[in-house]
């Protein structure tokens, strides 16, 4: 007799545990025992949604035209609203019916892209460090993945380069995300057209994820992959509403590019989940034709932050510039320190939540990261803390 099933199923076992899920359980332990923990770890904007979103979603909410299954594919407002929204800031155009496609946050995109795209066997190539995503939704659909590391001597940039011809041939789908989490760093229009020009050799599908693309500072602009020339024939970008308008809690983003590969993944996604609740959807519409008024606000914010982590750190003997972009400071670890190690000391000694670079991936080993998303008066007393600190 077969029993009760007690164990996953086996491809569970081929992934690890979500970092942050191991972290968040140490921080939950210490707060239960009294300690006043500053959560450093995740990068959850504290800011509000701005007013005219949540009005928008209030209404919405009321009228039960909204209460009933959205289209799987979003509603035609939202697909024109994204599609303005890329003429505007990239001077991209879509076509709204087939090249844009609505998802329940990006990660939804992301960590269901390779199930629509690959098959068992095939290479997915990814960052390391990244975010985890990218190799737990490979591992899931039965593919192999290759490790592209970024390190600081390339700018955090992969080396095409070192890409073996056998993976090359091989690979089906590569992962890229810049502004980067976590490293921090951006990618340049010369370092994006040979990504495409890679991918179309080898025949991949460039995948671009680029929720950080809005939080970039002292006028710095962030590129889209679909900018680039010829990007359209062999690449998909994964946006987000989460983190250009406070949004992480809201579920909504989105997927574009490519149509028949948009297209494979509407259609797997017709199985998984039933669309975006509609008045989630409405609010979105209303914070894209909202102009940028608020997510400059924010970064100005961030921005202001990041000198006060910089000059912290730099008085206690790091040598760091502010990045140019993202709400991320990514910074290696004290000698004598592995990044799991430096983590652990700094919450058990000035009870601040900091996240080990080796949970992004093995060659984030030596790195920490630390997200300016708490507030200010939160993040002042954590950089009180560290200057404490005692190595
Ligand atoms: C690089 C990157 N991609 C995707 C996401 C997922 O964002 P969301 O699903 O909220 O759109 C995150 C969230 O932290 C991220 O850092």
Same mark, same amino acid.
């Given at each position: 007799?077969? &029993?009760?099933?007690?164990?996953?199923?086996?491809? #569970?076992?081929?992934? +690890?545990?979500?970092?942050?899920?191991?972290?968040?359980?140490?921080?939950?332990?210490?707060?239960?025992?009294?300690?006043?923990?500053?959560?450093?770890?995740?990068?959850?904007? /504290?800011?509000?949604?701005?007013?005219?979103?949540?009005?928008?979603?209030?209404?919405?909410?009321?009228?039960?035209?909204?209460?009933?299954?959205?289209?799987?594919?979003?509603?035609?407002? #939202?697909?024109?609203?994204?599609?303005?929204?890329?003429?505007?800031?990239?001077?991209?155009?879509? /076509?709204?019916?087939?090249?844009? #496609?609505?998802?329940?946050?990006?990660? %939804? &995109?992301?960590?269901?892209?390779?199930?629509?795209?690959?098959?068992?066997?095939?290479?997915?190539?990814? +960052?390391? +460090?990244?975010?985890?995503?990218?190799?737990?939704?490979?591992?899931?659909?039965?593919?192999?993945?290759?490790?592209?590391?970024?390190?600081?001597?390339?700018? =955090?940039?992969?080396?095409?380069?070192?890409?073996?011809?056998?993976?090359?041939?091989?690979?089906?789908?590569?992962?890229?995300?810049?502004?980067?989490?976590?490293?921090?760093?951006?990618?340049?229009?010369?370092?994006?057209?040979?990504?495409?020009?890679? *991918?179309?050799?080898?025949?991949?599908?460039? *995948?671009? %994820?680029?929720?950080?693309?809005?939080?970039?500072? /002292?006028?710095?602009?962030?590129?889209?992959?679909?900018?680039?020339?010829?990007?359209?024939?062999?690449?998909?970008?994964?946006?987000?509403?989460?983190?250009?308008?406070?949004?992480?809690?809201?579920?909504? $983003?989105?997927?574009?590019?490519? !149509?028949?590969?948009?297209?494979?993944?509407?259609?797997?996604?017709?199985?998984? %989940?039933? &669309?975006?609740?509609?008045?989630?959807?409405?609010?979105?519409?209303?914070?894209?034709?909202? $102009?940028? !008024?608020?997510?400059?606000?924010?970064?100005?914010?961030?921005?202001?932050?990041?000198?006060?982590?910089?000059?912290? #750190?730099?008085?206690? $003997? =790091?040598?760091?510039?502010?990045?140019?972009?993202?709400?991320?400071? =990514?910074?290696?670890?004290?000698?004598?320190? /592995?990044?799991?190690?430096?983590?652990?000391?700094?919450?058990?000694?000035?009870?601040?939540?900091?996240?080990?670079?080796?949970?992004? $991936?093995?060659?984030?080993?030596?790195?920490?990261?630390?997200?300016?998303?708490?507030?200010?008066?939160?993040?002042?007393?954590?950089?009180?803390?560290?200057?404490?600190?005692?190595?």
């Amino acid at each position: 007799m077969k &029993g009760t099933t007690t164990a996953g199923a086996q491809r #569970l076992n081929l992934i +690890p545990p979500y970092h942050s899920r191991r972290s968040t359980r140490k921080v939950q332990e210490k707060r239960r025992a009294g300690v006043d923990v500053i959560s450093l770890g995740i990068g959850d904007p /504290d800011l509000p949604t701005p007013k005219r979103i949540v009005s928008v979603l209030q209404e919405a909410a009321a009228d039960p035209a909204n209460h009933r299954y959205p289209s799987y594919f979003g509603l035609g407002e #939202l697909r024109e609203a994204i599609a303005n929204w890329y003429r505007e800031r990239f001077n991209v155009a879509f /076509d709204p019916g087939t090249e844009i #496609l609505p998802t329940l946050g990006s990660k %939804d &995109g992301i960590s269901h892209v390779p199930l629509a795209l690959v098959d068992p066997g095939d290479m997915v190539l990814a +960052p390391d +460090p990244g975010y985890t995503v990218y190799v737990t939704g490979a591992v899931m659909a039965g593919a192999e993945t290759y490790t592209m590391p970024l390190k600081a001597e390339n700018h =955090w940039l992969p080396d095409l380069d070192a890409i073996p011809s056998s993976v090359a041939e091989r690979a089906r789908l590569m992962w890229l995300n810049y502004p980067n989490n976590p490293t921090a760093a951006v990618a340049e229009r010369e370092f994006l057209e040979r990504a495409v020009e890679f *991918c179309r050799r080898h025949g991949i599908v460039l *995948c671009h %994820d680029a929720p950080y693309s809005e939080i970039a500072f /002292d006028g710095y602009r962030p590129l889209s992959l679909l900018e680039i020339e010829g990007a359209k024939e062999v690449g998909l970008e994964f946006h987000s509403l989460s983190k250009t308008y406070n949004m992480t809690g809201w579920r909504i $983003g989105w997927v574009c590019g490519r !149509a028949d590969l948009v297209g494979l993944i509407g259609q797997l996604k017709t199985n998984n %989940d039933s &669309g975006i609740f509609q008045a989630v959807q409405w609010a979105a519409i209303e914070a894209l034709n909202g $102009g940028e !008024a608020e997510t400059f606000a924010a970064c100005e914010v961030y921005a202001r932050r990041h000198r006060l982590v910089a000059e912290t #750190l730099n008085s206690l $003997g =790091w040598s760091i510039k502010p990045p140019r972009a993202t709400f991320y400071v =990514w910074a290696p670890v004290p000698p004598g320190y /592995d990044s799991i190690g430096f983590a652990s000391h700094v919450l058990d000694q000035v009870a601040v939540n900091i996240t080990p670079g080796v949970g992004f $991936g093995a060659h984030g080993e030596g790195y920490f990261r630390l997200s300016v998303t708490a507030p200010d008066a939160r993040l002042a007393e954590a950089m009180d803390r560290l200057r404490q600190l005692k190595l």
